[in-house]
């Protein structure tokens, strides 16, 4: 694994009284050395400290599912989570799902069934998918939607992304 050393933005170190922490996060397969302040959500560590900006902060309270990302292996809703509890786990952002210019199978299905409009939320859609259809409970519409329900889509995609999840959860 590659180690990229990020220097500290300056509103990480604004305040004296507020205590900093030295945190090593592996995302995508590159590890990076980061100091910021403990209070820092590891949705602002990925967009803010990181650039990674494929995770989207929507109502930042853990209430629609835009900022999904995955740590070892399982959803996390990353505006809920601190960075500092994310030391040495396996980040995984959307930014890594295409390979040598090729989609992953689920944003190609997402792309051939118009499964998003303005898109904003459809990292933390694709991201929660991966998981859903890991986890096989993506069997039925009824398990889509269960499963799902955290991901808000505030142009009601719905019909669509369970197309493109149904698709892919068939083909596995
Ligand atoms: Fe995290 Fe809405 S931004 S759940
Ligand atoms: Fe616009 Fe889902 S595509 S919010």
Redesign the pocket.
Known sequence: MSRVDVPASPSADASPEVPQVEVTLHVNGTSHRLRFDARVTLLDALRDHLGLTGAKK?CDQGACG?CTVMADGKRVVSCLALAAQYEGREIVTVESLSENGELHPIQAAFARHD????????PG?IMSAISLIAEGRAGSDEDICEFMSGN??????YPN?RAAIREVAGEA
Do not use: P, S, V
């Open positions: 929507g835009a499964a998003f409009q303005c898109g904003y939320c459809t859609q808000i889509c505030r142009c009601g995609a992304i």
